[in-house]
């Protein structure tokens, strides 16, 4: 957690998200019928940071479920964002790295928390950079609601409506120092 955060709730434990994670690879397997003839159209695309984890751990499951690997790529929109010009720090740019060519191919592009729709928007600009998939489909682990833009996930671990004064916080071992999923509530700095 960020130091400030006030913990308002626990929403997923480590056991819920792996049990979250189980079931949507299951629903990917099922919809784009994966097996070891299909896998070669389709891929995973992590988006930076806990994307790129998130969509590690699904390719390890579909990989156990079907019997073969599917592509797996790393992609980084923060120069995709249309705020990062408004924020006051430089942006840390992160790693792309899809190694398989992208035209033609269904693909799933995966983060941990859909708020705005802007970080996906910007995704989708950035893969649409790179190649023609044959369709992009959305994974999250959780929707919390709020959009400013419209955008909908696919694939949806959780749906949890927040306030405009909350957050909701996905940490992964792979990154953090604990697993789940938490809403948070920034404390209001009093003014004088």
Known sequence: MEPNDVIKAQLMTARDLERT???????????????????GS????GMQSRGVFIASRLEK??????????PLGILDA???????????????VRETKIDFD??????????????TGRTTRAGLDALTDLGRPASVHFLVIVDRGLRELPIKADFVGRKIPTLPGEEVRVRIAEMDDQEGVWLVEHPTTPTT
Do not use: C, H, N
Not at 21 to 39: K, N
Not at 61 to 70: C, E, M, R
């Open 21 to 39: 994670l189980q079931r949507m690879a299951r629903q990917i397997v099922e919809m784009f019928d994966l097996d070891e003839t299909r896998s």
């Open 42 to 45: 389709f891929g995973l695309i």
């Open 61 to 70: 499951i579909i990989q156990t479920i079907t019997g073969s690997a599917v």
């Open 78 to 92: 923060t120069m995709y964002r249309d705020d990062f010009r408004m924020r006051l720090k430089q942006p840390v």
């Open 102 to 115: 992208i035209d033609g191919r269904d693909l799933v592009l995966v983060d941990d928390v859909l708020f």
